[in-house]
């Protein structure tokens, strides 16, 4: 018997609602797993989730959020994979710019931004998988924000950085081949360990046009315009070849 859109919302949402707050990977799939199983007896006998739970599923969430302990080890592994991670994008960047420079404002406000971002994320997520299904708005407004907000503080790191002095390091062109080369290692590790292609699909996007039109005698403004429309358009069929592929694999 399948369950109902009710059940599988539910399990979704207490699934990142769990995930968001930090807790093991693995206990919250036998956790899911083993209320889906109560769900589907419950579903046969005609019950639905507020009976099966006891309570509100957002109280439901809550409660089991606070009865589980926060998983510090994956949490240490996200961050020491984001970080470099970061950097990778940022070295790659620079690399087809030419040049390789780093301040100490940088060094420091790019990790310190990659962590702040998955909190605020965390965050995020954690309030939307437990909000009304009807909050399309404050959902939407949530998104926005977070897209937004990387963008926003590396713009303000970019004006500290050009207001405080801070001692920099310069890499000649053997150090840049070597950043760029850990770089794309660091991108392939990480696409590995998460299991996606979506870490080296965006660099491709982002930086393959990019340097593809810099050879090229089309005016820089022509470059940026064609860079974008091909990173939106490539990111736009990569995603609805993802979507393709969830909706196959839940039918």
Partial sequence: MELSKKSRDFLDDLAVYLMS?????DEVKEVVEELKDHLEEAERAGK????????????????LGSEMTFDVKGFVKIVAMI???????????????????????QLIGFPLIAVLF???????FRHMSVRSKESKFKNGATYITLAALPMTLFLGL??????????????????QLVLFGLAVVTLLTVSVWTKTWINLIIPILLFGPQYAFAQTSLP??????????????????FLFVWWKKN?????
Wanted: proline share 4%; hydrophobic share 50%; no cysteine.
């Fill in 83 to 105: 970080i470099p991670n970061v950097f990778a994008y940022i070295i790659i960047a620079n690399f087809i710019q030419g040049e390789m420079t780093f301040s100490t404002v």
């Fill in 220 to 237: 820089l403004e022509q470059q940026l315009i064609f860079s974008m429309l091909i990173l939106f358009v490539g990111m736009g069929v």
């Fill in 48 to 63: 639905g989730v507020d009976e099966v739970v006891g309570q509100s599923p957002k109280d439901y969430m809550q409660h």
């Fill in 118 to 124: 998955l909190l605020a994320a965390s965050q995020a």
């Fill in 21 to 25: 707050s930090g807790k093991s990977e």
């Fill in 158 to 175: 970019m004006i500290l950085d050009i207001f405080v002095e801070t001692p920099t390091i310069v890499f000649g062109p053997t150090g």
């Fill in 247 to 251: 909706q196959q694999g839940q039918a």
